[in-house]
T-cell receptor, first 111, second 114 residues
Framework: GDSVTQMEGPVTLSEEAFLTINCTYTATGYPSLFWYVQYPGEGLQLLLKATKADDKGSNKGFEATYRKETTSFHLEKGSVQVSDSAVYFCALSKGAQKLVFGQGTRLTINP | NAGVTQTPKFRVLKTGQSMTLLCAQDMNHEYMYWYRQDPGMGLRLIHYSVGEGTTAKGEVPDGYNVSRLKKQNFLLGLESAAPSQTSVYFC?????????????FGPGTRLLVL
C-alpha cells in the first residue's frame, strides 16, 4: 500500500540555520504531495503542496520539489526562525479522498 | 468563516462509557474525515465521508462509528470507550474537486480514557 517515510526527529537547530527534513514515499500512480505543519496545541495547517513531478511548492520561505525519480519531497528552508518550531508532516494523496501521513518530525529552533 | 470546528476540546471518559465527537464545517465541503493522532505514528484515518448520508472505513475503524446526516456535520461515536482510544482526534474537510484537494483541519479533541 501507499506509505510516507519522514526523517526521524526530533530536530534541533539554531536560528538562521539551514533546514532539511527528508520525505520519501511509496505509491502507485501519480500522487499529490503535501507538507503540513502543526504548531503547539493546534490542528494541522497546509504549508505547501505539489501535484505533479518537478513541481516546486513554496510558502513562508519553505520549499519542496516533487522528485518522481527518487520518490522524494524534501522540505527545505534557508534560514529558520524560532517561530518555525513545530511538528512537520509529509503526506500524499491520490485523489482517493484520503491523505496518507508520515510519522511527523518535531523541529525546535533555539535563539 | 469559522472553517472546521470540533466539540469538545477535551474529555475524560471511564472505560465502557460512550461519547460523540462533533465536527462542523462551513466551507460547503463534500468530503469529511476523522483522524486520530498518536505519538510517533502521524495521523491515521478512522472513517471518512464523501457526501451527506455516506460513510466509509479508513485505516483504523474498529471501535468507532460515524454519521453524516447533514453536509456540514460529521459525528464520531465511541460506543464503549477503551484506554487504547486515548488519543487526539482531528476532523478535516475538503472540496471534492481534485484541483482543490487540500484538506482543512479542525483544532482537535483530546480524549483520555481511564
Amino acid at each position: 500500500g501507499d506509505s510516507v517515510t519522514q526523517m526521524e526527529g526530533p530536530v534541533t537547530l539554531s536560528e538562521e540555520a539551514f533546514l532539511t527534513i527528508n520525505c520519501t514515499y511509496t505509491a502507485t500512480g501519480y500522487p499529490s504531495l503535501f507538507w503540513y505543519v502543526q504548531y503547539p496545541g493546534e490542528g494541522l495547517q497546509l504549508l505547501l503542496k505539489a501535484t505533479k513531478a518537478d513541481d516546486k511548492g513554496s510558502n513562508k520561505g519553505f520549499e519542496a520539489t516533487y522528485r518522481k525519480e527518487t520518490t522524494s519531497f524534501h522540505l527545505e528552508k534557508g534560514s529558520v526562525q524560532v517561530s518555525d518550531s513545530a511538528v512537520y508532516f509529509c503526506a500524499l494523496s491520490k485523489g482517493a479522498q484520503k491523505l496518507v501521513f508520515g510519522q511527523g518530525t518535531r523541529l525546535t529552533i533555539n535563539p | 468563516n469559522a472553517g472546521v470546528t470540533q466539540t469538545p476540546k477535551f474529555r475524560v471518559l471511564k472505560t465502557g462509557q460512550s461519547m460523540t465527537l462533533l465536527c462542523a464545517q462551513d466551507m460547503n465541503h463534500e468530503y469529511m474525515y476523522w483522524y486520530r493522532q498518536d505519538p510517533g505514528m502521524g495521523l491515521r484515518l478512522i472513517h471518512y465521508s464523501v457526501g451527506e448520508g455516506t460513510t466509509a472505513k479508513g485505516e483504523v475503524p474498529d471501535g468507532y462509528n460515524v454519521s453524516r446526516l447533514k453536509k456540514q456535520n460529521f459525528l464520531l461515536g465511541l460506543e464503549s470507550a477503551a484506554p487504547s482510544q486515548t488519543s487526539v482526534y482531528f476532523c478535516a474537510s475538503r472540496n471534492r474537486d481534485r484541483a482543490r484537494e487540500t484538506q482543512y483541519f479542525g483544532p482537535g479533541t483530546r480524549l483520555l480514557v481511564l
